[in-house]
């Protein structure tokens, strides 16, 4: 008897999955939309609601005698960032800094990345690529923290200068850029990289077979190609360096950037919403960067 | 009514960052948070305590620091602890409900006290209440209209730290800091929050007689213009600006800071063959004072007294303020610590010359009524212009 009904319970909902089945293999919209319904909700709620969040902060206030949200829409905070001289100097200074090291990174990768993809052995070449990577499995802020010891005017830099006459930078937005560049740097050699290997070799020959020089075949064949390569790269060391106030706060001396300034609001002076404003300027410098770069094929490269 | 919003905020031991969070904060009236425990019950068995790293060791971290395990066994309350970053997760933390107890500079104090958040303590039911200094009882970060709201735990100076070598002879003035700071240009570090605001109000208290200001955290605008532009005249020579004590400790470790502001953990952490020495200048000093409070919805308030007596003991008291390097509050707690006298524990004079962090708010907290006094958002934004 119980064993009967054990069964009968087995084929219901056998029965039960089977409909289910056989409605999913007819339906495949509903399928897809059954599978991508997880990923996209989480993709909705972290990324898409959060912005939208912090967009929308930006246009509260804070009582500034009680400390509480004030939820009534206002343009205070987006003019005051827009306008006030603070702002427009510590975001000028961000995108020096963002430039510089993007610059750097970009004139270091080339050479690295193309020895990489198209010199190496592939011997050399597997190990230039654990070298490559290898500074990402130490944490950043032991890599800050070397660069603060190498920089010092007690450091192993003042050491190594001292016998031409020169002078470790110190702490200062050169540190920064210094600092930067080295942290960001693999970032912008995998694309690089990734792009030049891409570039079939048998181009290169053709072009030399047809007598162009080697410069020749570099600027005019190789460098075309690889080029949504390096702005891929770029655009992780220019994005990087653009939110960065950890390494600032390390190495910078006195200067502060954009990062500091939403850090301050956010934690020192509880106000989130003169912080959302802030943290608008990076986002809004970003988004001109890709919109300029979305031709060049580059946002393939990613 | 009005009551005296009186913050003080001190370092927070394992933060990356300690950004002061102050907001402006009510000063409404009210004996809110309910009335204080008549009498003691039955211990219930366990407590939630809210703190700064390093308040409440169970010798996780180091085996030797451990007042904990001793509570426990004595009480039969299992500890709960849980620690925050900046008194305003304090503040939003004890709001959320859930905590017994709670250790609160003064910055966070009296806005616990003005929400409802903490109860009047009777300290009655405190043995070791008798022990405490009686400097840090009743004070405004800790009291209102003469009700006790908590247990002092202990308090610290904003100190000068110097290199020896840079200055053979101690500094007895911030000057070194301030108006001589070119002396040392690039060398000169100072503390990354709008607070030191005050750290320059003191200076000028002593050598700007003129501009009138009796109290650090009470500036008009033109007081706050002044104390800017001595904090921009330091900028010029400021090598690099501090929250992160460790950051402190390389640069003075170092030679690349010969004078800033400290605490005093911070020089002790040095190695002692390190050319670095703390003053209390003349002029005095910034600094803060921490209070141990019970929240008004307490679900165990019975072992929440039992750990505010025992914190205030003074074997715990020695063994916690030691590890977090400040003074104790307890005056017995010298015997269970060796370093007593780094600290200047119950050194009145010492304590007189200091002026605990507070929040500054509109109503001026020096008294006046003709003016308007400068509050911590306007501190904060002057603070990062000043920066620039």
């Known amino acids: 008897m119980a064993m009967k009904h054990g069964a009968a319970a087995v084929s219901n909902s056998e029965t039960a999955a089977r409909r289910v089945s056989s409605f999913l293999a007819t339906h495949p919209k509903v399928r897809l939309g059954l ?133 470790t930078p110190g702490y200062g937005l050169g540190a920064v850029i210094i600092a930067l560049s080295y942290l960001w740097l693999p970032f912008v050699i995998l694309p690089i990289y990734a792009g030049l290997e891409r570039v079939p070799n048998s181009l290169i020959e053709a072009s030399s077979d047809l007598g162009a020089s080697s410069s020749l075949t570099l600027r005019n064949v190789v460098f075309p190609m690889a080029l949504p390569a390096v702005i891929a790269g770029s655009i992780f060391s220019f994005s990087l360096s653009l939110g960065d106030y950890i390494t600032v706060n390390i190495v910078g001396g006195a200067n502060q950037m954009l990062g500091n300034l939403v850090y301050t609001n956010v934690g020192a002076a509880n106000n989130l919403p003169l912080a959302s404003a802030i943290g608008l300027i990076p986002l809004v410098i970003i988004f001109g960067y890709l919109w300029l770069v979305r031709r060049t094929g580059a946002l393939r490269n990613l | 009514m009005k009551i005296r919003i009186t913050t003080a905020t001190k370092i927070s031991a394992a933060v990356f960052a300690t950004a002061l969070a102050v907001s402006g904060c009510s000063a409404s009236s009210g004996s809110a948070g309910g009335d204080a425990l008549a009498e003691l019950g039955d211990n219930e068995g366990s407590v939630n305590i809210l703190s700064w790293p390093g308040y409440v060791e169970d010798g996780t971290n180091f085996p030797e620091y451990d007042w904990v395990t001793p509570f426990e ?44 958040d903490v109860a009047p303590v009777n300290t009655d039911l405190i043995p070791n209440y008798e022990g405490i200094y009686d400097f840090l009882k009743m004070q405004p970060w800790n009291s209102v209209d003469g009700v006790s709201y908590g247990v002092p735990h202990g308090y610290g100076a904003n100190l000068l730290a110097y290199n020896t070598e840079a200055f053979p002879e101690a500094p007895t003035s911030w000057s070194v800091v301030f108006d ?73 470790d170092t030679g690349d800071t010969v004078a800033t502001t400290t605490w005093q953990v911070i020089v002790n952490y040095l190695a002692a063959d390190t050319p670095v020495a703390a003053v209390l200048p003349d002029e005095g000093a910034t600094g803060w004072s921490d209070t141990w409070m019970v929240a008004s919805k307490a679900e165990n308030p019975n072992c929440a007294y039992a750990w505010l007596d025992w914190i205030a003991s003074p074997e715990a008291n020695g063994m916690a303020t030691g590890f977090f390097g400040e003074a104790p509050s307890n005056p017995g707690a010298c015997d269970y610590r060796e370093d007593c006298e780094a600290f200047s524990a119950g050194d009145t004079e010492f304590a007189g010359k200091l002026y605990y962090w507070t929040t500054p708010i509109e109503d001026c907290l020096d008294g006046r009524t003709d003016v308007k006094c400068t509050d911590y958002a306007r501190w904060t934004e002057a603070w990062t212009e000043m920066k620039g």
């Open chain 2, 73 to 116: 066994e004595s009480t039969g309350c299992m500890v709960n602890a849980k620690s925050y970053g900046t008194s305003d997760e304090a503040v939003n933390l004890m709001k959320s409900g859930g905590y017994d107890v709670i250790a609160a500079s003064g910055d966070a104090t009296l806005r616990l006290i003005a929400a409802g």
């Open chain 1, 35 to 167: 599978l991508l319904s997880a990923p996209l909700g989480w993709l909705v709620t972290v990324y898409i609601v959060a912005l939208a969040l912090l967009l929308v902060t930006a246009f509260w206030s804070v009582d500034s005698f009680t400390g509480e949200i004030d939820r009534s829409f206002t343009l205070d905070n987006i003019f005051s960032v827009f306008s006030g001289s603070l702002y427009v100097a510590v975001t000028a200074r961000t995108l020096l800094v963002a430039l510089a090291v993007t610059v750097i990174d970009v004139a270091i990768a080339i050479p690295i990345a193309f020895y990489m993809a198209k010199v190496a052995s592939p011997k050399v070449r597997r190990g230039m690529v654990i070298a490559v990577l290898l500074p990402l499995w130490a944490s950043y802020l032991v890599k800050v923290y070397a660069w603060r010891s190498v920089l010092s005017g007690e450091g192993i830099l003042q050491w190594l200068l001292d016998p031409i006459g020169w002078e």
């Open chain 2, 180 to 252: 001589g700071a070119s002396a040392n240009s690039g060398k000169i570090s100072a503390y990354d929050s709008p607070i030191y605001i005050a750290d320059a109000a003191v200076y000028l208290m002593a050598h700007n007689p003129e501009l009138g200001i009796t109290d650090p955290y009470a500036l008009d605008e033109t007081q706050l213009t002044a104390a800017i532009d001595l904090l921009k005249a330091q900028r010029e020579h400021v090598g690099e600006y501090w929250s992160d004590y460790l950051k402190a400790i390389s640069a003075l």
